[in-house]
């Protein structure tokens, strides 16, 4: 199988190059790390010494993209390096490449090596005393402890502290895109209630122009004309009255539209009666207390679509209006006959169907429309209920 071989990378070539020409100095002005009279020198001489150097310095190259093969390869250079004279340049590589392959290396190596070379100081320092009973025999395990615990451990903790810097800039990035996603669904959400609250506000009156100025258009009859300018001209003010609001809805406390109050169920029996003008034959029951401030709204508004819906779409018949509060919950019905009008009708988008469930959605309550028989015949029948409790929180404007 091929292996793929990484480049080493700059810094790490400097390192293998600067520690190389260290040692290859210290070599040549003879200065090594024991004397050749040591009984464990197998190889003394000048020229053992750099075989070790050498190895050690083409580990380094691989001390960030081979941390494991490195320290492998290294080890068995710097126990080559204790059989000849030695050179320290050689032993400080070696503690480069423990700490590397702990700092570079997989999670597991990384854990490892620190606890097989913490054992190895014990049992360096322990198992020589214990054979030798003198005091000098705990130097060996002080030496494996510098040369090799003590570049572990201090990789160990770098990278520990380099991951916590990791995690938290994760968490940071985290809470960024989180806080982007709660800024987006916020702006979504307030597209969705501005549609609604446009929708709802100007479509009844448009609704009711539209129809009776095609009646005024097709009918050549000047009193059927005048009542129905009469009837545009009450619905235009009214529209522009809402537009008023809506645009005071949008402006802050400093902008020279001042925000009119939200419609509440007492404005019921203007809606119903603006109904009756447009030539709607409507009946108003309503049996309720109070209720909060957005249920009373959201209550206001599927009313009121609901009599735009029939003023353009429904037959001639009575349309009924009735709102119930029991056990907690508000009860919203509208009926209107069901079938084919006989004057002019408006075209309809469905928009204020999905505006009517929105709002009933909101609020936890619950929303059906759809045509129904009845004892006057086939009706389409709108019903919504809507929790009253003071807890319900949320905005259906």
Known sequence: MAVRLTRPRRFDVYVALGSLLGGLLLWTLGLATRPHTE????????????????????????????????????????????????????????????????????????HRIPRITGMLSVAGTVVPFAVRREPEALLLGVVIGVVAFAPAATGLIVRNHRDAAEAARLRAAQTALLAEMDRTQAVTAERARMARELHDMVANHLSAIAIHSTAALSLDDPKTSQDALAVIRENSVE???????????????????????????????????????????????????????????????????????????????????????????????????????????????????????????????????????????KVWAVRATLPVHETVEGDTA
Not at 57 to 63: D, H, I, N, Y
Not at 266 to 288: F, K, S, Y
Not at 339 to 353: E, Q
Request: glycine fraction near 12%.
């Open 39 to 110: 009984a464990y020198v197998l190889l003394p001489g000048r020229w053992p010494v750099l075989l070790p150097l050498l190895v050690m310095a083409g580990c380094e190259l691989l001390r960030r993209t081979a941390p494991r093969t490195a320290l492998l390869i290294g080890t068995a250079a710097i126990v080559l390096d204790t059989v000849t004279q030695g050179n320290l340049v050689t032993i400080l590589m070696f503690t480069d490449l423990m700490y590397a392959a702990v700092l570079y290396g997989p999670p597991a190596s990384a």
């Open 239 to 377: 529209g522009l009255a809402e537009m008023r609001r809506l645009i005071g809805i949008l402006r802050d406390s400093s902008g020279d539209v001042e925000p009119v109050a939200a419609p509440t169920l007492d404005g019921l029996g203007a809606l119903v009666e603006g109904a009756r003008t447009n030539g709607l034959d409507v009946t108003l029951d309503t049996a309720h207390g109070t209720v909060p401030a957005p249920v009373e709204l959201a209550a206001y508004r599927i009313v009121q679509e609901s009599l735009t819906n029939t003023l353009k779409h429904a037959g001639p018949g009575r349309v009924t209006v009735s709102l119930a509060q029991q056990d907690g919950v508000l009860t919203i019905t509208v009926t209107s006959p069901y079938g084919d009008r006989d004057g002019p009708g408006a075209p309809g988008s469905g928009a204020g169907l999905v505006g009517m469930r929105e709002r009933a959605a909101l609020l936890d309550g619950t929303f059906e429309a759809g045509p129904e028989d009845s004892p006057d015949g």
